[in-house]
């Protein structure tokens, strides 16, 4: 919710699921712009539920028509920011995340998405990172080689 990035001051990342239909939507579109001129972080996994990456003529519609109500609650600037949005977004790769997936297979894909919360890892005494997921217990240490 929009609503809730506002009130997030303290938010450093969003973790977005690249899903089908979510660049369509507009309280989705809300959220990019709101996030837009922040220092919050979109951190990017795709959940291949059918989630379709555009080609350049999505990106122009946005810049000349916008998202409906959109263009209404953020004025006239917002089409061409909701387009560098959607490309600054889709930019970079998004890691998949497969929620019918093994345990295992979970396991691993979450502790790569943690990765990418770079903000968050530390270097332990053996230079090695430590990752906010690891240090939780979300992510168990892989077994001993």
């Known amino acids: 919710d929009a609503a809730q990035v506002k009130d997030a001051r303290s938010a450093v990342y969003v973790l977005v699921l690249l899903s089908k239909g979510?660049?369509?939507?507009?309280?989705?579109?809300?959220?990019l712009?709101?996030?837009?001129?922040?220092?919050i972080e979109i951190v990017t996994a795709n959940t291949n539920d059918?989630?379709?990456f555009p080609g350049e003529d999505f990106y122009s519609k946005f810049e000349m028509k916008g998202?409906?109500?959109?263009?209404?609650?953020?004025?006239?600037?917002s089409k061409k920011v909701l387009?560098?949005?959607?490309?600054?977004?889709?930019?970079?790769?998004?890691?998949?995340l497969t929620p019918l997936g093994s345990h295992g297979m979970l396991q691993k894909q979450v502790s790569d998405i943690s990765r990418r919360f770079k903000k968050f890892q530390r270097i332990g005494e053996d230079q090695e990172p430590?990752?906010?997921?690891d240090s939780l217990g979300l992510v168990p240490p892989p077994p001993p080689d």
């Open 83 to 96: 387009g560098e949005s959607y490309r600054s977004l889709l930019r970079v790769l998004a890691l998949p």
């Open 130 to 133: 430590v990752f906010l997921s």
């Open 22 to 31: 979510i660049l369509v939507d507009p309280a989705f579109a809300e959220l």
């Open 50 to 52: 059918g989630f379709q």
């Open 67 to 77: 998202l409906g109500e959109i263009n209404n609650n953020f004025g006239g600037g």
């Open 33 to 39: 712009l709101q996030v837009h001129d922040s220092k």
